[in-house]
Protein backbone atom coordinates (compact mmCIF):
# COMPACT_ATOMS: atom_id res chain seq x y z
CA UNK A 1 0.00 0.00 0.00
CA UNK A 2 1.35 3.26 -0.94
CA UNK A 3 2.38 6.03 1.91
CA UNK A 4 -0.31 8.55 2.33
CA UNK A 5 2.36 11.35 2.36
CA UNK A 6 3.91 10.29 0.07
CA UNK A 7 0.33 10.41 -2.36
CA UNK A 8 -0.31 13.92 -0.83
CA UNK A 9 3.51 14.48 -1.99
CA UNK A 10 2.77 13.63 -5.37
CA UNK A 11 -0.36 15.56 -5.57
CA UNK A 12 1.39 18.77 -4.62
CA UNK A 13 3.42 18.34 -6.93
CA UNK A 14 1.18 17.58 -10.07
CA UNK A 15 -0.11 20.75 -8.89
CA UNK A 16 2.25 22.70 -8.59
CA UNK A 17 3.30 21.37 -11.93
CA UNK A 18 0.07 21.63 -13.87
CA UNK A 19 -0.16 25.86 -12.36
CA UNK A 20 3.55 26.16 -13.66
CA UNK A 21 2.34 25.11 -16.92
CA UNK A 22 -0.72 27.22 -16.79
CA UNK A 23 1.31 30.28 -15.77
CA UNK A 24 3.97 29.66 -18.83
CA UNK A 25 1.64 28.83 -21.63
CA UNK A 26 -0.42 32.03 -20.48
CA UNK A 27 3.09 34.65 -20.31
CA UNK A 28 4.09 32.90 -23.76
CA UNK A 29 0.89 33.81 -25.26
CA UNK A 30 0.54 37.05 -24.15
CA UNK A 31 3.83 37.74 -25.46
CA UNK A 32 3.33 36.40 -28.94
CA UNK A 33 -0.69 37.82 -28.81
CA UNK A 34 -0.71 40.84 -26.68
CA UNK A 35 -2.89 40.10 -22.89
CA UNK A 36 -5.98 41.79 -24.31
CA UNK A 37 -6.36 38.86 -27.50
CA UNK A 38 -5.77 36.20 -25.09
CA UNK A 39 -8.79 34.00 -24.01
CA UNK A 40 -8.66 31.54 -20.73
CA UNK A 41 -9.55 28.31 -22.99
CA UNK A 42 -6.39 29.43 -25.53
CA UNK A 43 -4.07 29.34 -22.36
CA UNK A 44 -5.96 26.29 -21.13
CA UNK A 45 -5.45 24.61 -24.57
CA UNK A 46 -1.99 25.23 -25.00
CA UNK A 47 -1.02 23.91 -21.42
CA UNK A 48 -2.79 20.61 -21.86
CA UNK A 49 -6.03 20.97 -19.17
CA UNK A 50 -9.11 22.23 -19.40
CA UNK A 51 -10.42 25.78 -19.03
CA UNK A 52 -12.41 24.17 -15.90
CA UNK A 53 -9.12 23.16 -14.88
CA UNK A 54 -7.65 26.58 -15.05
CA UNK A 55 -10.41 27.93 -13.20
CA UNK A 56 -9.13 25.75 -10.07
CA UNK A 57 -5.39 27.80 -10.44
CA UNK A 58 -6.77 31.20 -11.55
CA UNK A 59 -9.21 33.50 -11.37
CA UNK A 60 -7.92 35.43 -14.02
CA UNK A 61 -5.55 35.61 -17.59
CA UNK A 62 -3.58 38.54 -15.74
CA UNK A 63 -3.44 36.87 -12.70
CA UNK A 64 -1.40 33.29 -14.87
CA UNK A 65 0.48 35.92 -16.45
CA UNK A 66 1.57 37.33 -13.57
CA UNK A 67 2.57 34.14 -11.54
CA UNK A 68 4.93 33.55 -14.28
CA UNK A 69 6.27 37.08 -14.19
CA UNK A 70 6.40 36.93 -10.49
CA UNK A 71 7.61 33.24 -10.33
CA UNK A 72 5.52 32.42 -6.95
CA UNK A 73 8.33 34.88 -5.10
CA UNK A 74 5.26 34.77 -2.05
CA UNK A 75 5.24 31.19 -2.04
CA UNK A 76 9.17 31.03 -1.15
CA UNK A 77 9.07 33.84 1.20
CA UNK A 78 8.82 31.35 4.46
CA UNK A 79 11.46 29.45 2.89
CA UNK A 80 13.84 32.28 2.84
CA UNK A 81 13.09 33.53 5.98
CA UNK A 82 13.74 30.78 7.58
CA UNK A 83 16.94 30.23 5.90
CA UNK A 84 18.61 33.46 7.33
CA UNK A 85 21.13 33.29 10.47
CA UNK A 86 19.56 32.10 13.52
CA UNK A 87 21.94 35.00 14.72
CA UNK A 88 20.61 37.63 12.31
CA UNK A 89 18.40 40.19 14.15
CA UNK A 90 14.53 39.81 12.95
CA UNK A 91 14.66 43.38 11.48
CA UNK A 92 17.18 42.18 9.14
CA UNK A 93 16.01 38.88 8.22
CA UNK A 94 12.94 39.88 7.05
CA UNK A 95 14.44 43.06 4.83
CA UNK A 96 16.68 40.77 3.25
CA UNK A 97 14.49 37.96 2.63
CA UNK A 98 11.77 39.83 1.26
CA UNK A 99 14.37 42.06 -0.92
CA UNK A 100 15.97 38.94 -2.09
CA UNK A 101 12.54 37.13 -2.96
CA UNK A 102 11.33 40.67 -4.26
CA UNK A 103 14.39 42.32 -5.60
CA UNK A 104 14.71 40.80 -8.62
CA UNK A 105 13.74 42.73 -11.57
CA UNK A 106 11.24 41.28 -14.20
CA UNK A 107 13.49 41.06 -17.43
CA UNK A 108 12.83 41.71 -21.08
CA UNK A 109 9.93 41.02 -22.91
CA UNK A 110 7.86 40.72 -19.61
CA UNK A 111 8.88 43.81 -18.08
CA UNK A 112 7.93 45.36 -21.47
CA UNK A 113 4.83 43.58 -20.83
CA UNK A 114 4.04 44.96 -17.39
CA UNK A 115 5.02 48.20 -18.40
CA UNK A 116 2.51 48.50 -21.26
CA UNK A 117 -0.29 46.59 -19.53
CA UNK A 118 -2.13 48.21 -16.31
CA UNK A 119 -4.05 45.58 -15.52
CA UNK A 120 -0.65 43.54 -15.11
CA UNK A 121 1.21 46.14 -13.42
CA UNK A 122 -1.60 46.27 -10.53
CA UNK A 123 -1.62 42.57 -10.54
CA UNK A 124 1.75 42.31 -9.62
CA UNK A 125 1.55 44.63 -7.18
CA UNK A 126 -0.93 42.78 -5.53
CA UNK A 127 1.17 39.42 -5.43
CA UNK A 128 2.90 41.23 -2.90
CA UNK A 129 0.08 40.68 -0.10
CA UNK A 130 0.42 36.74 -0.80
CA UNK A 131 3.67 37.14 1.45
CA UNK A 132 1.41 37.80 4.82
CA UNK A 133 0.68 34.12 5.76
CA UNK A 134 3.79 32.71 4.89
CA UNK A 135 5.76 35.33 6.43
CA UNK A 136 3.76 35.48 9.33
CA UNK A 137 4.14 31.68 10.12
CA UNK A 138 8.21 32.05 9.32
CA UNK A 139 8.57 35.04 11.97
CA UNK A 140 6.94 33.09 14.78
CA UNK A 141 9.23 30.52 14.54
CA UNK A 142 11.89 32.98 14.68
CA UNK A 143 10.48 34.06 17.90
CA UNK A 144 9.74 31.21 19.34
CA UNK A 145 5.87 33.08 19.70
CA UNK A 146 2.84 31.97 18.68
CA UNK A 147 0.05 35.11 18.99
CA UNK A 148 -1.10 38.10 17.21
CA UNK A 149 2.51 39.63 17.15
CA UNK A 150 3.55 37.56 13.87
CA UNK A 151 0.34 38.09 11.87
CA UNK A 152 0.78 42.13 12.47
CA UNK A 153 4.58 42.57 11.83
CA UNK A 154 3.65 40.03 8.56
CA UNK A 155 1.09 42.56 7.51
CA UNK A 156 2.52 45.63 8.16
CA UNK A 157 6.06 44.22 5.94
CA UNK A 158 3.38 43.13 3.15
CA UNK A 159 1.76 46.65 3.06
CA UNK A 160 5.24 47.93 2.92
CA UNK A 161 6.67 45.93 0.35
CA UNK A 162 3.43 46.73 -1.48
CA UNK A 163 4.53 50.14 -1.52
CA UNK A 164 7.84 49.77 -2.86
CA UNK A 165 6.88 47.47 -5.97
CA UNK A 166 4.15 49.67 -6.73
CA UNK A 167 6.31 52.93 -6.53
CA UNK A 168 8.56 51.36 -8.65
CA UNK A 169 6.23 49.81 -11.15
CA UNK A 170 3.30 52.74 -11.76
CA UNK A 171 3.61 56.23 -13.62
CA UNK A 172 4.70 58.73 -12.38
CA UNK A 173 1.56 61.18 -13.40
CA UNK A 174 -1.54 60.14 -16.18
CA UNK A 175 -0.43 59.04 -19.80
CA UNK A 176 3.06 58.55 -19.16
CA UNK A 177 5.32 56.07 -20.40
CA UNK A 178 6.32 53.48 -17.38
CA UNK A 179 9.95 54.04 -16.70
CA UNK A 180 10.26 52.11 -13.52
CA UNK A 181 12.18 54.74 -11.41
CA UNK A 182 15.79 53.69 -9.65
CA UNK A 183 15.73 49.95 -8.39
CA UNK A 184 13.17 47.64 -7.16
CA UNK A 185 15.54 46.78 -4.42
CA UNK A 186 16.19 50.00 -3.51
CA UNK A 187 12.53 50.88 -3.36
CA UNK A 188 11.78 47.50 -1.01
CA UNK A 189 14.10 48.78 1.19
CA UNK A 190 13.62 52.35 1.38
CA UNK A 191 9.89 51.38 2.34
CA UNK A 192 10.52 48.43 4.32
CA UNK A 193 13.01 50.46 6.74
CA UNK A 194 9.68 51.90 8.25
CA UNK A 195 8.61 48.56 9.67
CA UNK A 196 11.88 47.97 11.12
CA UNK A 197 11.61 49.59 14.33
CA UNK A 198 8.30 47.58 14.83
CA UNK A 199 10.25 43.77 14.25
CA UNK A 200 13.42 45.30 16.21
CA UNK A 201 11.12 45.83 19.53
CA UNK A 202 8.97 42.12 18.31
CA UNK A 203 12.73 40.22 18.36
CA UNK A 204 13.20 38.51 21.60
CA UNK A 205 16.90 38.44 20.82
CA UNK A 206 17.33 41.89 20.62
Known amino acids: MADMSEDGGLRERKKAATREALSAAALRLALER ?10 AEAAGVSPRTYNNYFSSREQAIVAA ?8 IGVALR ?6 PLADA ?9 GAEPSGDALTLLRATPNLRAEFVDTVEGIEDPLAAAIAD ?7 TNAVLAAMVSA ?9 IEPAG ?15 REALAHVKPALRAA ?4
Open 34 to 43: GPENLRVDEI
Open 69 to 76: IAAERALR
Open 83 to 88: ARPDDE
Open 94 to 102: VVEAVAGQY
Open 142 to 148: RTGRDDL
Open 160 to 168: AARVGVKRW
Open 174 to 188: EGLLVVPRGSLVDHL
Open 203 to 206: DPHR
